[in-house]
């Protein structure tokens, strides 16, 4: 490969219940080693909240139909197109370009993957067929007609089985079938259903365990296994909704070697370079497992390795797509000579949990099931499991109250069971609370195909919280909760104290917290990948940051409302702090964000942003800066109790108040306003909704349709509106339209949608420039250079995935977003 | 359980607490990287004389196996971890790693930052001896500085008499220098009738059996210090059956044939080193356990090819001679614990066996 001089990087599109920031990051680590390799990038992506379409070469905003990709193609005549960075859409649009003829006529390679494995990625049945030719186990499937042949089958492949129509008239018709008594019912419903009146039986995997493996190859074949993550619930429930544990915990070292290997034959056979992410089903019983998914792209669980492990996938792979083998790749001075080849091994525990978006929709289906519920992900690090899990708990920030332990204590004992056997959302407190009442692993395990290991470790942290609660303010106890992963927060709840209390006590007994770096040889090497997790043992690997530095508190897992808005902030600010010459240290937990990318910060904590971490950081770091989310509004209110010595800025990420549409066009003007002047930007009106049948903030245009007087008139107003702001930021102006009258609204910071939206309409970086604003060096006047035609945005929400009828669009409801460049 | 102390010659102490056997124990201190079984590793005669480190925080989330030992009454001193996880609680649940290491008075100290004692041996740069106390008082220091580990491992983990363990392929003798079960598992599998001979069986012993080849195991400490009449043996079976050496094996086998050992100043015990196997220029990965290497320039290469490399440290990772069907590796080709990936050397073995044999 030469002569790689450009690739198209075909984007993911507007986030998703499926994916969030992870391809974002992988984007954006994979464009800056093709830049220093001196290939071209070229980004074709919608998606507002990107931080790479504005890293890459060309940042191509154009919708993701095969149709554009054409003209970009026939535009920029790209080498190479790489999809796997755009998730599983991405492959599709690949195989349309495949069926165009436009990458052969073209002589495009196909990067990471060959013409056939992208078939087989877009078709379960092709790739079914290729399994089952290699001989690698997948589940048994067999086509009848009839009942007879149906209860033949499902009597040979033991209940439940699943039956499916072939062909299905209508929608998806599948029916889980435990016992005989409910199987005619089922084959008679799903041949009705059926166009080829056949049905297929086939055989369930629900119960067994989880286990997702990492895999990377290069173009000469060496293979790698880089991560085997186990899923603490069995198949059934869907792998991102479950908590998962990097390494896997309860598999014996024979599981793990025969997964590896079919893991590798698979990768091998579909000729992959790159990574792959394989799923199985585990049948711990007999032994036996099962092939579920192999999908040859980037995705959550690739940045959770990735996190977990220390071992630089993206980096890593960029250089296999470009050609370079495994042995050629030299990972610079913090690594040693050929560490890209060394297995990572880890000598910590990573923990992932799921975030939920039910505090924003209640209404949202708590059962878990196949399909996936939760909108984003967060991990702790810890030295055991518990210390993990404990600080992945801590991780989710905005949970609603009726996931804390409290709570489960108000259910009844039917309510319980039912919840243990229906596993919802939040289910971990639930099985706490279980355990707290008397039920046996055993029963545990056997109601939630759970592996009694976790039941194990579950009833160590009940009876660690109950032993912790029933020796208040005692130092050994403090000692022994923290060395366990227990929050301030909730040491706290269980003395009936304050966390500040709880960090005075510390300080006190000089019970200080210590880091252990996340490096991928478990300590063999002297090697640094500069991410940290707190530990209280013996060593301490902390050094402070060489100065000038500024700390920044990302906004942790994807919330609903700002989507990935809030991480696209973060990065471009840590981007031009770094262009003023900071060294960036970072905390941040949550595995798919783009702020933890290896580029953008000298040092990353993987912990979570609560008070006692951000003074325990501040201490060793000594920053200049403190840059930290508004949202986290209990942390900065214990903040201000605190005499600090860091100049201290706020990141705007909260959602205005007017959240709901109205019947009223808006209008919103917006400014950069450093103090003493508002630098206008122009004004985005709102679009109607044809689903709200209203005017909602989630959908606008940009510029607004304004006539010349009219807009003039409604500046000088907003400007005098934004004159009188007490802090210099990023704000909106909001005027309300009746009839010919417009109304000033209110003045408020304009949100991080907006402002993501806006520096791509305008071209103009506002999250830097935010941070010019408190580092004083905005020094050039700002130009705002006339955009042409129409900018439209359309946020995009969850209601479809998570089940939710009649779903209503609200600012505080979105999951991505959209853009569009329209000619006039 | 018990306070307990990890106490080194340097006079550092670790505190922590106590599981397994309550016996103080003594040994030279490694680190083992892997992040899988656990159990194979404690079985392994390879620790003899030594207490491991697990850097994997969590051990014991399955108990102990039945089938997974890789000896039936393991030497290793001790363990160091950074936390058990024994599923105490659940009564269906076969033997606990505390229960069984108390069974084979096995100490282990739990609680200890495992990175920072990695830490330190990878500073130390030479092995450090180590001791697992009740008390870290001068006492204990005392009988640390005392202690005298023999050199006589294999003698001590070698089977003192012959056994079969019969098949109905191949015949194969083994030779046990601290034998891992591992290495009769893959001959089993291929059908191999085997009989274990003892470490100072003699080449007309081994012949007298008529084997279709023979296998030098893996086993503890330095090559030196095993009795010379060995390297006579190995020097005289390469000559008429096929060999195949591994771990202490084939470092026996590379000194018969000239070449010379030398100390690992860290000694490496992992899985995940790249290995690179030199006459396909394939890239693999195995299990290593080693403290004793052989020195690249030492080997004589009108008599040894070197064919596979350790691709971090350089290391001679395996051996061929150029004029007998003899072969060896460093790595363990069986696993257990560890990729399956160099397993097809045992097929390479019977298959060298078998064209001798077609010859005949």
Known sequence: MQNLKSVLIIGAGANDVQHGDELDSAIYQVSQVFKQMKIKTILVDDNPFSVSLEKVDHGCIVPLKVESLVDIINKFHPDAILPTLGNRQAFELTQELLEKGIIRKENIQLLGVPEATVRQVNSAVLLERTLRQMEAPVKKIITVNNYQEALDEATKLGYPVIIRSVLPKSSSTRKIVHDRSELADAVKQCLSQSRAEQVVVQQSLAGYKEIEVVVQRDSSGTMMMLSMIEDMDPIGIHAGDSIAFNPVQTLLDRQIQDIRDTAFAITRKLRIVGTNHIQFALDTNSDRFYVIKSSPYFDRITAFASQSTGYPIAQVTAQLYAGKRLRDIDLGENYIHHAALVEPTMDHIAARVPVWGFSELPKASRLLGTEKRSVGTVFGVGRSTIEALFKAIESRYNEPADFHLAAQKQLTDDQLVAKIVHPEAGRLFVLIEAMQRGYSISELSEMTKIDPFYFDQIDKMRSLIQEIASHPNKEPFLQKAKSYGLSNQLIARLWETTPEQIYQMSLDHQLMTKYKEIEPSAGEFDQHTNSFYSAYEEENEIERTPQPSALVVGTGGLRLGLSNSSDYFVAMLLQELQNEGFNNVVINSNPSSVTLSPELAKKRYIEPATIENILQILRIEQPQYLFIPASYGKLLNSLQKYDLDVKMVIIPDELPSNAAGSDKQRYGFNYVYDGNYAYPLGATTELFSPIALNYQSTALRYPADLVSPTYQKLNDQANAAVLQMEKPGLYQVIFEQTNDKFELLKVQPLSLPEVAFLSKALRLNLPGIFAQLYTNNLDTLLETKAVPGIVTYRATFPFKALRVKGGIPARNRVIGAQMQFLDE | ?360
């Open chain 2, 1 to 360: 359980m018990a306070a307990r102390y990890l106490i080194f010659e340097d006079g550092s102490i670790f505190a922590g607490e106590g599981f397994g056997s309550p016996a103080v124990t003594f040994g030279e201190v490694v680190f083992n990287t892997s992040m899988t079984g656990y159990q194979e590793i404690i079985t392994n005669q390879v620790y003899n004389n030594q207490i491991v480190v697990f850097t994997q925080p969590n051990i014991g989330s399955y108990g102990i196996q039945r089938n997974i030992y890789e000896s039936i009454v393991p030497t290793i001193k001790g363990i160091i971890i950074r936390s058990i996880s024994d599923a105490a609680n659940d009564n269906d649940r076969q033997l606990t790693l505390d229960k069984y290491l108390q069974q084979m008075n096995i100490p282990g100290i739990t609680n200890i930052d495992t990175r920072a004692v990695v830490h330190k041996l990878r500073k130390a740069g030479r092995p450090l001896k180590g001791s697992i106390v009740p008390v870290p008082d001068d006492h204990a220091f005392d009988q640390l500085h005392a202690t005298v580990l023999t050199n006589q491992q294999v003698a001590q983990v070698s089977t003192p008499k012959p056994y079969p363990n019969p098949g109905t392929g191949l015949s194969v003798v083994v030779i046990d220098f601290g034998l891992k079960h591992g290495i009769l598992r893959e001959l089993s599998r291929r059908k191999c009738n085997i009989t274990v001979l003892p470490y100072t069986a003699t080449a007309e012993e081994i012949l007298r059996l008529d084997p279709d080849g023979v296998v030098l195991s893996s086993g503890p400490g330095n090559p030196q210090n095993v009795r010379k009449s060995v390297l006579e043996m190995i020097q005289t079976v390469q000559t008429k059956v096929p060999l195949f050496a591994i771990g202490l094996g084939h470092e026996l086998f590379g000194i018969a044939n000239g070449a010379n050992v030398q100390q690992i100043p860290v000694e490496h015990h992992g899985m995940n080193h790249p290995i690179h196997e030199i006459i396909t220029d394939h890239v693999v990965y195995a299990t290593q356990a080693e403290g004793y290497t052989i020195a690249r320039n030492s080997v004589d290469r009108s008599q040894l090819f070197i064919t596979y490399v350790d691709m971090i440290d350089d290391s001679v990772q395996g051996l061929r001679h150029r004029r007998y069907p003899a072969f060896s590796v460093q790595f363990f080709p069986d696993g257990a614990p560890g990729p399956d990936e160099t397993d097809g050397l045992f097929d390479e073995f019977v298959d060298t066996m078998n064209r001798r044999e077609a010859r005949h």
